[in-house]
């Protein structure tokens, strides 16, 4: 005798919620270790998570600090909305990587955007800036600096996952 089933789950605001809250609880990690970023910068890319994850305009996400243009000490989210991951992995926030030494770095933090951003109209992107307070600029991320990276962390909800990457100093 087999048998089969299907499950279908729509990714909603609540699901995007609870993914922003697992990268919010990494960077307020990040902030007790490193003293950045600020208290109202995490509330601000809170905020910008939300509203970018429940509309699938994020490819991928990273913050994390870089010295001379080469990272130090970073973090980074993939996201991956193919929906094979229901009812699969989501790991707990935290376990940030706590000692790198980042005397004279810079804090970073960088989007990158999904197909589903460049396929609103201008207005419609400017209607999803609007939601949000954080103001980004084109730019690029740095390169590898002397280290490695590690795969540590799988967020998920309703079929979407995020996997974190983390650059660590050797």
């Known amino acids: 005798m087999t048998g ?4 279908s789950q ?4 609540t699901h995007a919620k609870h ?3 697992k990268v919010v609880s990494d960077l307020y990690q990040c902030r007790n270790f490193y003293d950045a ?4 910068d995490v509330a601000e890319y809170h905020e910008e998570l939300i509203v970018m994850l429940s509309g699938g305009y994020i490819q991928a996400y990273e913050f994390g600090f870089e010295k001379n243009d080469q990272r130090i000490v970073s973090w980074q989210y993939q996201v ?9 992995v989501d790991d ?8 790198a030494d980042t005397t004279g770095a810079t804090y970073f933090n960088f989007m990158s955007y999904s197909q589903a951003w460049f396929d609103l109209s201008s207005s419609d992107r400017g209607t999803v800036k609007s939601k949000h307070q954080v103001d980004r ?8 600096g002397s280290g490695y990276w590690h795969t540590d962390r799988t967020y ?3 079929g979407v996952a995020i996997e974190r990457r983390t650059f660590r100093p050797l």
């Open 4 to 7: 089969s089933y299907s499950v």
């Open 10 to 13: 729509t990714f909603s605001l």
């Open 19 to 21: 993914l922003a809250s």
């Open 37 to 40: 970023p600020s208290e109202a």
């Open 80 to 88: 991956n909305a193919s929906g094979d991951l229901i009812g699969g």
């Open 92 to 99: 707990r926030s935290g376990g940030i990587f706590a000692t």
């Open 137 to 144: 600029t084109s730019g690029y991320l740095p390169s590898d």
């Open 156 to 158: 998920s909800s309703a």
